[in-house]
């Protein structure tokens, strides 16, 4: 609805006195209103788009990438053109239907098709035997427990995606030293794949559908070491995500940023977690709005621990689920600073623990007792955290990602290859 009438408010309440807001209201807010509903609004325009197979421009490198950056096609990067050959070679990867619809993208309600996902690995430089984890990863950009529609909100969170399974080591992830950081083609292409997927499928574009204060732009794809699970006896994540270890798989999450965790000394899991603890604590506060009822105990954060980390953890004959219990028991506030931060920093008008608790919409756990010093943790349950191994096997380094609540839930989907996936994979040029 391009023409719908909007009154706006001046500025931003959260930063104006309850007078200043008033003034604002009724100085400027309700004479439009009243303008708009008294008067016709100008006709909206439809725009067609071009069908899915049509050559919307000819030129050399140069000329094609002028024009897709100036029709906001692009990311900003020299892109790929995308000519039907190249995107052919792509569905070679694939045993589905070109025109096949992976699901309706809000908010524009765009359909998702596999003959898309080949466009767009095209521009992003991705190799043509990247197509079946392409698809994979819109299947769950399409999953409403994913939430497409809110990639576009103002704290910017940006979507990680997580490989699982034997596609790693054949397709050449890094999931070694350097993991996150760009360099390596597959971590780096997919990951610049589903950006420009929201751009030019799902719409969200800077200045206008993505209303991000600060972004963070595309993460490079993060696999997990899968060698170092199999040796310590812990599950990979796609077992937590409820597929097969002998699955390919890809998860995807959204997080409204991160940090390293550097030198986490200690050679017992006693001395290792409490800093890991406390810098989970300290990557999530805002973020606590998605563990009451606003966001039912959708909050999931995730732990990235590089591989000698996990090994001294396991050494001592700590789990997987060992490490979330410990995190859920000590990665705690005070209820009154819980509280604090939903009623005077974040405005939210659920902030009470006991009410929540009394009306059945957070477990009991978070109202114990009255006592306003009392511990309470950031998420529902211990299974509520995500860990994963990869980095530097060398180096005693973390990661923390403040998840975004149900703005951004983890979803996973298996990577379904071709059924002659060995042979093309011998027969691909590199």
Known sequence: MPKIPKAMVPGHVGTKSKEELRACVLGVTLDRVIENLTSRPDTGTEHAEPGARDVIFKGDFKAVNKYFYENELGDGLPIVPPTREEIESFLRFTDRDADEVLGILPAHNRAATI???????????????????????????????????????????????????????????????????????????????????????????????????????????????????????????????????????????????????????????????????????????WHLIFTTSLGAGSLRPLLVISPILAETIARAGWSKADVKRYLFEHARFPAWEFERYLRDWTIRGVWNLAEEVRLGRMPKLFYESDDPNRMVPIVWKPEDYMIAVSGDPLRNNAYVFANNGFIGYPVGKKIEVPKDWDQKLAEAEW
């Open 115 to 285: 003959w898309s996902v080949a466009v767009n690995g095209v521009m992003a430089g991705c190799r043509p035997q990247y197509m079946p984890i392409l698809v994979a990863a819109v299947e769950a950009m399409a999953d409403p427990g994913y939430g497409v529609e809110h990639s576009g909100n103002t704290p910017g969170g940006e979507t990680l995606l997580i490989v699982n399974g034997p596609i790693i080591k054949q397709l050449g992830f890094n999931y070694t030293q350097g993991a996150l950081r760009d360099g390596f083609l597959p971590n780096t292409s997919i990951g610049r794949f589903w950006r420009l997927y929201l751009r030019n499928v799902a719409a969200f574009l800077p200045h206008k559908t993505d209303k991000a204060t600060y972004g963070n732009t595309w993460r490079v794809v993060l696999a997990e070491n899968e060698d170092v699970l199999a040796k310590i006896g812990w599950e990979p994540n796609n077992i937590e995500m409820g597929f097969e270890a002998s699955d390919n798989t890809v998860t995807v999450a959204r997080y409204t940023g991160g940090s390293t965790v550097a030198a986490v000394s200690g050679n017992t899991p006693e001395m290792l977690l409490p800093y890991l603890t406390e810098q989970v604590l300290k990557h999530h506060s």
